[in-house]
């Protein structure tokens, strides 16, 4: 077991006095038999009235409610301090009618399963079909999990990582045609090509630890594809690497602007501007 410090610091600057509405807040990470949560504190301000729940998927989502008091400053700051438990992540067992690919999951996953292997780009599938053309052929005998591997490797090789501050996500074919993305990009071809071949995908959302940034962090994002008999196995196109000890689930969806770590309104004749900070580290 390893423990990581996690501090997220969000500050949304107004040009003028405004008033704040209700804000969705999803940063504290996820639980799991590979990470627990030792301690979390969140600070806002202005003082917020916090209710927490957990949505469809089962995240922690904070609903913050604010008094109509105007403000020009929205400060949102968190620290998490996580145990690491998930040290070999390719301690798995794939069910025996799934090692090999293609296959086609039970009856009752399917039924579960369905939103998660539908198309989010209708028309562009010929493009990302085309695409996987690049890297497997339907006449190759492969593993399942080999096959997503090296899909995984081939978007790292092949594409080039750009840091984008716009909000949202390209599609998978501005990003084929691009040749660039950001991360949540990336995970998102990925998650297409995924349900080209019939496999359940869903987005991540959350934090990476890189030893080499001891000032710095950032958010991150990658995808999960449902093994049967392992479960959601975490696949990060932008490290070209499966997912392991290094990176802390936050949020988990069906598309990827359904996990925004802090997403609200506020009301005034007022430009925002945004400023972030995150820090990942051992502890």
């Not at 794939?94 to 293609?102: C, N, Q």
């Not at 599609?171 to 990009?185: F, H, M, N, P, V």
Request: proline residues 6%.
């Amino acid at each position: 077991m390893q423990r990581y410090k996690i501090v997220h610091h969000t500050y949304y600057n107004f040009s003028a006095p405004v008033t704040l509405g209700l804000h969705e807040l999803l940063l504290r990470p996820r639980e799991d038999h590979a990470q627990r949560i030792q301690s979390f504190d969140l600070r806002i301000t202005p003082e917020a009235t916090l209710l927490w729940h957990r949505d469809v998927e089962g995240n922690s989502m904070a609903i913050a409610s604010f008094e109509p008091l105007p403000t020009q400053q929205l400060a949102v700051e968190s620290e998490v301090i996580i145990q690491q438990y998930n040290e070999d992540p390719l301690d798995f067992i794939v069910a025996d009618y799934a090692v090999h690919y293609p296959f086609a999951y039970l009856d009752d996953d399917r039924a579960l399963l369905a939103p998660y292997a539908a198309a989010g780009s209708p028309g562009g599938h010929g493009k990302v079909k085309t695409w996987i053309g690049s890297f497997w052929r339907a006449t190759e005998s492969i593993q399942t999990y080999s096959l997503l591997l090296r899909m995984t490797q081939h978007i790292h090789a092949t594409l080039k990582y750009q840091m984008r501050e716009q909000p949202g996500v390209q599609s998978a074919e501005q990003t084929l045609a691009r040749g660039t993305g950001s991360c949540r990009d990336f995970a998102y071809l990925f998650m297409q090509a995924a349900t080209c071949l019939g496999l359940a995908a869903r987005f991540v959302s959350g934090y990476l630890y890189v030893p080499q940034l001891t000032q710095s962090g950032s958010t991150h994002a990658w995808a999960e594809v449902y093994l049967p008999g392992a479960g959601w196995l975490g696949f990060d196109p932008t490290t070209g690497a499966i997912v392991g000890a290094d990176h802390f689930p936050v949020a988990v969806a069906r598309l990827p602007e359904s996990v925004p770590p802090i997403a609200g309104a506020f009301s005034g004749a007022a430009q925002s501007t945004l400023e972030v900070g995150v820090w990942v580290s051992c502890c």
